[in-house]
Nanobody, 128 residues
Framework: QVQLVESGGSSVQAGGSLRLSCAAS????????MGWFRQAPGKEREGVAV???????SYADSVKGRFTITEDSSKNTLYLQMNSLKPEDTAMYYC??????????????????????WGQGTQVTVSS
């Protein structure tokens, strides 16, 4: 049974940095599509960044140049480095993964409905 557990969320001031981690158990990193999503109160869940087999990454326009998604398959862990944080980055952040093999385009559309496994989320709050 795949389990995803996020950590690293916190309250920071604008301009600060955080690194989120997602420990994945029973998930294969041989052919994968994993990502970070976020949901603010009253808003839909949105795809922030995804990474697929071979290390290919894509990002939402709102975080390009500020956030970096990486993975360490030796530790079965996904990361999201967030720099230059803004108040509008405040949200619950979720780690997610696709079951089985998915093509590059489908993975990098960053649509929540394409992802099968989800963590419980970690809260990020950015104050001005």
């Amino acid at each position: 049974q795949v389990q995803l557990v996020e950590s690293g969320g916190s309250s920071v001031q604008a301009g600060g940095s955080l690194r989120l981690s997602c420990a994945a158990s029973s998930y294969s990193f041989s052919n994968y599509c994993m990502g970070w999503f976020r949901q603010a109160p009253g808003k839909e869940r949105e795809g922030v960044a995804v990474i697929s087999s071979g290390g290919s990454t894509s990002y939402a326009d709102s975080v390009k140049g500020r956030f970096t998604i990486t993975e360490d398959s030796s530790k079965n862990t996904l990361y999201l480095q967030m720099n230059s944080l803004k108040p509008e980055d405040t949200a619950m952040y979720y780690c997610a993964a696709v079951k089985g093999i998915v093509d590059w385009a489908t993975c990098h559309q960053r649509e929540p409905r394409r992802f099968d496994y989800w963590g419980q989320g970690t809260q990020v709050t950015v104050s001005s």
